[in-house]
């Protein structure tokens, strides 16, 4: 099954940016090629632009506050292990504490290094840290592979409680939706969504052996799905045939 994930407003679309910038560097860093630390620090850049809006830390620590508020609503339900309860509560206080305490924006502390600050200033331009552009950037490349990944592990480590933070969050938002199967007939699926309560994401599963792709569209009263499929040219068109998908509406 291939998972797609629709965000319905914009601070879970830069949640979910953020969230895939960490997977990659969390990939790049342990390998040992030059190129590969690299595109480790195009990430790290890439990570402070888009961590830079000025509500985004705001935007956490509110829903990790909201999330604990809803987990402690289940006090006392003899359906809830109080043990598991607890747990997950002790992690959301951890993950906020951490992150609250953290002064700034994240990779604020990165701005203060002038030489990462030089590469962040060429990084974008094509073929712009060339070793005669910057030779000391350069050298750094020629550096055994474990005393580079010692240097990224230092300059990341202001990173962490970030993505500690929305690790969770955004577990504890796909574990409120609950898939269940349907049908798009004619390749559309439209769904009215109860007025009263706000979903945030979308989670839908295909069949990988369909080989089609979904065009998602939404807001706060309808969601709309029409299935595609690629010709040869990579251009999608309308897949016109009925189809069955896995949806979940996260909250």
């Known amino acids: 099954m291939v998972l797609y994930e629709y965000p319905f407003n914009e601070s879970i679309r830069t949640m979910l940016r953020l969230e895939h910038l960490f997977k990659r ?101 094509p073929g712009g840290t060339c070793e005669f552009d910057l030779p000391a950037y350069y050298a750094w490349q020629q550096h055994p592979a474990e005393a580079r990944r010692q240097d990224l592990a230092r300059w990341i480590d202001s990173l962490w409680p970030l993505k500690s933070g929305l690790d969770l ?37 295909l069949d990988e052996t369909l080989d089609l792709v979904p065009e998602i569209s939404g807001h706060r009263l309808m969601v709309s799905v029409r299935l595609m499929r690629a010709d040869t040219e990579g251009r999608l068109k309308p897949f016109g045939q009925d189809a069955a998908f896995d949806l979940a509406l996260c909250s």
């Open 25 to 125: 560097l969390t990939l790049l860093v342990p390998r040992d090629e030059p190129v590969d630390h690299h595109f480790a620090l195009v990430t790290v850049f890439e990570i402070m632009d888009v961590a830079s809006r000025a509500d985004l830390k705001s935007d956490v620590l509110k829903e990790l506050e909201r999330h604990r508020g809803v987990l402690l609503g289940y006090r006392g339900n003899p359906h809830i292990s109080e043990a598991a309860l607890d747990e997950v509560i002790g992690q959301i206080d951890e993950a906020h504490q951490a992150l609250n305490s953290q002064a700034g924006k994240a990779g604020q502390a990165l701005t203060g290094n002038e030489w990462l600050m030089s590469i962040r200033s060429r990084i974008s331009i």
């Open 169 to 205: 969050l955004l577990r504890l938002l796909r574990d409120s939706g609950v898939p269940h199967r349907v049908v798009a007939t004619g390749g559309q699926y439209q769904q009215t969504l109860p007025q009263g309560r706000t979903y945030q994401l979308l989670r839908l599963r």
